[in-house]
């Protein structure tokens, strides 16, 4: 399957990717996201983003929740990321406490 390159904002998955990271755990309206990152077929551009996050081992997630009729996703941190976000503080704070003489 041919997905979106999420890392560049030349395509509509990358854009639609930048979004939701610029508000990591906030729910996004589908509306909201389809007019700031100008994309059409929203449920496509997720389903790209999805399979790029799998593929590269990115530690994140699209959630989705519907309300009504309304639709919203949001981006957030699988357990996974979250234990590679804490593994990185915790050496980062060794690093920095180490005597490097």
């Known amino acids: 399957m041919h ?24 729910w996004v309206d589908s509306w909201e ?10 449920s496509t551009r997720i389903s790209e983003i ?6 590269k081992h990115r530690g994140e997630r699209v959630e989705r929740k519907q309300v009504g ?4 996703y949001r981006l957030v ?6 234990q590679m976000v ?3 503080l915790r050496d980062f704070e060794l690093f920095c406490t180490d005597d490097h003489d």
């Open 33 to 42: 996201l389809t007019q700031a990152a100008r994309v059409t077929a929203l």
């Open 77 to 82: 941190a699988t357990q996974l990321g979250q």
């Open 50 to 55: 999805r399979h790029a996050l799998r593929d």
């Open 86 to 88: 804490l593994a990185f």
């Open 69 to 72: 009729r309304r639709h919203y």
């Open 3 to 26: 997905c979106g390159d999420i890392d560049s904002m030349g395509t509509a998955a990358g854009r639609v990717y930048a979004y939701l990271s610029e508000r990591p755990g906030r």
